[in-house]
């Protein structure tokens, strides 16, 4: 069973940044795939970046160069880095995992139906 903790939110002006983190235990962590989704009110909850066990990743088109995603797998933590962020970066943050198969690298594919684990989510609020 994978337990996924989530911290690093909070509220920031437009244009700031932030880090996520995202501490990951009960399970050998190279075996894990990890993303990030969000979901703000009244929205489906959406993919924002993926980080595979060989370090490959993808990004949303709607934070493609704004956002980073890395992992240390010495701390077994995945990390968002969030740039010149916009309130449409509002939302909740999710860290999520999967486990084994092979990820298909299209966008279409990125969805919240792929991750059997989740964190309980850190907010996420920018202000203009």
């Known amino acids: 069973q994978v337990q996924l903790v989530e911290s690093g939110g909070g509220s920031v002006q437009s244009g700031g940044s932030l880090r996520l983190s995202c501490a990951v235990s009960g399970y050998t962590y190279n075996g894990v795939s990890l993303a990030w989704f969000r979901q703000a009110p009244g929205k489906e909850r959406e993919g924002v970046a993926i980080i595979v066990r060989t370090g490959r990743t993808m990004y949303a088109d709607s934070v493609k160069g704004r956002c980073t995603i890395s992992q240390d797998v010495g701390k077994n933590t995945v990390y968002l880095q969030m740039n010149t962020l916009n309130s449409d970066d509002t939302a909740m943050y999710y860290c999520?995992?999967?486990?084994?198969?092979?990820?298909?690298?299209?966008?279409?594919?990125?969805?919240?139906?792929?991750?059997?684990?989740w964190g309980q989510g850190t907010q996420v609020t920018v202000s203009s």
């Open positions: 999520a995992a999967r486990t084994g198969g092979s990820w298909v690298w299209t966008q279409s594919y990125f969805t919240a139906s792929k991750f059997p684990y």
